[in-house]
């Protein structure tokens, strides 16, 4: 994305990363951290860090981010994990990465992600550009 697009994304996503709006997130990382962190020591030794902290808080974190709902965030995890899977070949990755596209596409329908998060500003902002052309 280039040029006038670019700029426009850029223009609507720009409150979501003001130093407040980061700040709003403090609370809501910690708890997934400190919950995750929690199954580690829970676990005890030995423990699989991959599994129980770092696969799943940057996941938690995203869908915090974008506004996915917890119920969603298996689904969402599957489809976004493409991108780290060398495991799979081209076509599934494509069928993925369309299924993926799909998911976000009606995300982005009212109501059907949390308020507040990136897909909730950009519906938002997708909706004020239908209403002026």
Do not use: T
Request: net charge neutral; aromatic share 4%; with cysteine.
């Amino acid at each position: 994305m280039e040029g006038p697009s670019h700029a426009r994304v850029r223009k609507v996503l720009a409150r979501s990363f003001s130093p407040d709006a980061i700040e709003a997130l403090r609370a809501p990382v910690e708890g997934v951290v400190d919950e995750h962190l929690g199954l580690l020591v829970s676990h005890g030794p030995p423990a699989d860090l991959v599994r129980l902290v770092a696969r799943p808080v940057p996941l938690r974190v995203l869908c915090e981010l974008l506004g996915v709902p917890g119920a969603d965030a298996a689904v969402f995890g599957d489809l976004v994990g493409i991108g780290f899977d060398n495991s799979m070949d081209v076509r599934e990755k494509d069928e993925r990465a369309l299924r993926l596209i799909s998911y976000a596409q009606d995300r982005l329908r009212p109501g059907r992600h949390r308020p507040g998060g990136l897909l909730d500003v950009l519906a938002d902002g997708a909706d004020c550009r239908k209403r002026r052309h």
